[in-house]
């Protein structure tokens, strides 16, 4: 079993509509990271977030520690934010090295 | 200011052969990682730099791998005796410190034939 779990694998939805995108981890972290990967291009970190939630544009993410889950919301969908999100955890007593969820693959139809 | 810089951006070689791969980090940052992205899979660790040593590198598949970073700055990812499964894209991050957030390089996509 994977340490860090994402759900949905696959996604797609049409322009404008609200998404979520849900990571659970198994190991005990202080806090997570959101990153994004578009079709052919590198990693973007969008969040790295210890507690509550932190908004950025039209992104939202959310952490619950205690309940060892997180998610990342995309508010009025868009074409461009068609891309590979991933959630990783950084390893704390090894080095904050990440652990990397599967990736949830959005796909915002026009 | 700049950011975490790879290169060669891509890399053909024949199997068999050697190939080093170079990151800049972010100027300062002390923090430095190696990541191997394979086809249709998540990023998987290689090695962590803290300043010029290799304070972790139990993600190395193999003693074919190996990495410096002599400097504290630049380090170099190296591949001898090159396989077609080590195709994928190698991704570099680096922080300020060990434990912050890490900002990710465009990696180099490797190709071995």
């Known amino acids: 079993k994977n340490e860090v779990e994402q759900s949905p694998q696959n996604l797609t939805a049409q322009e404008g509509e609200f998404i979520t995108i849900n990571c659970s981890y198994s190991?005990?972290?202080?806090?997570l990271h959101w990153l994004q990967q578009h079709p052919g291009g590198g990693i973007v970190s969008l969040f790295m977030?210890?507690?509550g939630k932190k908004k950025h544009g039209r992104l939202i993410a959310t952490i619950n520690i205690q309940e060892k889950h997180s998610s990342l919301h995309i508010t009025a969908s868009h074409p461009r934010d068609s891309a590979v999100y991933i959630c990783?955890?950084?390893?704390?007593?090894?080095?904050?090295?990440?652990?990397f969820g599967g990736g949830t693959r959005v796909l915002v139809k026009p | 200011g700049a950011g975490v810089s790879q290169t060669p951006s891509n890399k053909v070689t024949e199997k068999g052969k050697y190939v080093e791969l170079r990151c800049d980090p972010i100027?300062?940052?002390?923090?430095l990682y190696w990541y191997r992205q394979s086809l249709g899979q998540g990023p998987e660790f290689l090695i962590y730099?803290?300043?010029?040593?290799?304070?972790?590198d139990s993600g190395l598949p193999n003693d074919r791998f190996f990495a410096v970073r002599p400097e504290g700055s630049v380090s170099t990812l190296k591949i001898q005796r090159t396989e077609r499964g080590d195709s994928a894209v190698y991704l570099c991050?680096?922080?300020?410190?060990?434990?912050?957030?890490?900002?990710f390089g465009p990696g180099t996509r490797l190709t071995v034939l």
């Open positions: 991050a680096s922080s300020p410190v060990s434990g912050d957030t890490q900002y």
């Open positions: 190991v005990g972290i202080s806090a």
């Open positions: 977030l210890s507690s």
């Open positions: 990783a955890a950084p390893i704390k007593a090894a080095g904050n090295k990440l652990t």
């Open positions: 100027s300062g940052h002390t923090a």
């Open positions: 730099f803290q300043g010029t040593g290799a304070a972790d």
